[in-house]
């Protein structure tokens, strides 16, 4: 078992460019979540997919979409890179949505210059 | 505004001391709890979780609820160097998980 990948692990865009980041489960979880992780300020929800089919945005889902491709694929998209988006980038999954422990994946360190 | 305060630290113990970490948190009806620890440059990894009041016990780690005064502590008893990281409470309501900041241990040989 994998258990939670993302890719890339490192990536440097300049800004107004766009990109994809990839995240996949092995767990059979129904529940995932996009989260980004600045210095001082903890773990933040982007976007969250509580079932196959479904997605909600998080505490903080301005410049950010996702799609949940299926049960275990849920990507992030930044259409147009800021500055502000440089951070460490989570994807987690649990079984039940909200309730249960969340699986993190290894991160995605994105610098936007 | 959904808050989990904890104490950035660091918080420095000798080693086989007792650590004990404190998280507040803002909503009364909040169901459930969890102490993550995160070493630098990786993910969190959970430790406990929590979710009915008084102390729960894994191995050297004790998670203790009072839901009335909103607070959750985790204490590691025999605390070794490989404890030393970022532990970050975590607190769910309504399937709304809200983090804390974080308090980074650091534990002495």
């Known amino acids: 078992n994998a258990g939670v990948t993302q890719t890339p692990k490192f990536q440097v865009l300049k800004t107004g460019q766009s990109m994809t980041l990839q995240c996949a489960q092995d767990?059979?979880?129904?529940?995932m979540y996009w989260y980004r992780q600045d210095p001082g300020m903890g773990l933040r929800l982007i976007y969250y997919?509580?079932?196959?089919?479904?997605?909600d945005k998080g505490e903080v889902p301005n410049g950010y979409n996702v799609s949940r491709l299926n049960k275990r694929e849920f990507s992030l998209r930044l259409e147009s890179a800021a500055p502000s988006q440089t951070s460490v980038y989570f994807c987690a999954s649990s079984n039940l949505f909200g309730r249960d422990e969340q699986f993190f994946g290894p991160g995605t360190r994105l610098t936007v210059l | 505004q959904k808050e989990v305060e904890q104490n950035s630290g660091p918080l420095s113990v000798p080693e086989g001391a007792i650590a004990s970490l404190n998280c507040t948190y803002s909503d009364r009806g909040s169901q459930s709890f969890f102490w993550y620890r995160q070493y630098s440059g990786k993910s969190p990894e959970l430790i406990m979780s929590?979710?009915?009041?008084g102390d729960k016990e894994d191995g050297r780690f004790t998670a203790q609820l009072n839901k009335a005064s909103q607070y959750v502590s985790l204490l590691i008893r025999d605390s070794q160097p490989s404890d030393s990281a970022t532990y970050l409470c975590?607190?769910?309501?309504?399937?709304?998980?809200?983090f804390g900041a974080g308090t980074r241990l650091t534990v002495k040989p």
């Open positions: 929590i979710y009915s009041n």
């Open positions: 975590a607190v769910n309501f309504n399937n709304d998980m809200r």
């Open positions: 997919s509580a079932s196959e089919g479904t997605t």
């Open positions: 767990m059979n979880h129904n529940s």
